[in-house]
């Protein structure tokens, strides 16, 4: 019996320290107001819908806003971000469909003539403490 509750503890104890998060700097390029509003999206296919990523938002307060995963699975992510300057709700563009708001990609990526490819703004979470920073565009 005794053996058997160590085992258990020591497992306990291996897993804890297992444990993963993820923080990402938003470096914002407009003064303060509005809202971040981030999705994280686990495949290409959520990248390109929306559709299964995580969404967080926060208000935009300072230069850099920090957005906190605690426990995200380990794998392979990209990050969209735009900061809701007006507080609407949606990403405002212009008549030629350019984003009027400022806005950002994991890696910094950048599309030509859209938004870049999944592979382009991916990044590898593991196991530990993962860091992302982003520098808002436009």
């Given at each position: ?9 020591l497992l306990a104890?291996s897993?804890g320290?297992r444990a993963?998060?993820?923080?990402i700097?938003?470096v914002l ?12 999206c686990?495949d290409?296919?959520s ?7 995580v ?8 230069p850099?806003v ?7 699975a380990?794998?392979t ?6 900061h809701?300057?007006?507080?609407n709700g949606?990403?405002?563009?212009n008549?030629?469909g ?5 806005y950002?990609f994991?890696?910094?990526a ?6 870049p490819?999944?592979?382009?703004a991916?990044?590898?979470v ?6 992302v ?6």
């Open positions: 019996m005794r053996r058997s509750i160590t085992t258990v503890v104890l897993l320290t993963q998060s993820l923080s700097d938003l390029n407009r003064a303060g107001g509005g809202t971040v509003r981030l999705v994280l686990p290409e296919a990248f390109a819908t929306e559709k299964g990523c969404l967080k938002s926060a208000k935009a307060v300072g850099v920090r957005l906190q995963f605690p426990d995200p380990p794998g992510y990209a990050v969209k971000v735009f809701d300057v007006n507080d949606v990403l405002d563009t008549w030629m350019i984003p009027k708001e400022p950002g994991s890696n910094d950048m599309g030509t003539f859209g938004p490819s999944f592979q382009q991916a990044f590898k593991g196991v530990g403490t993962n860091a920073r982003i520098r808002m565009k436009g």
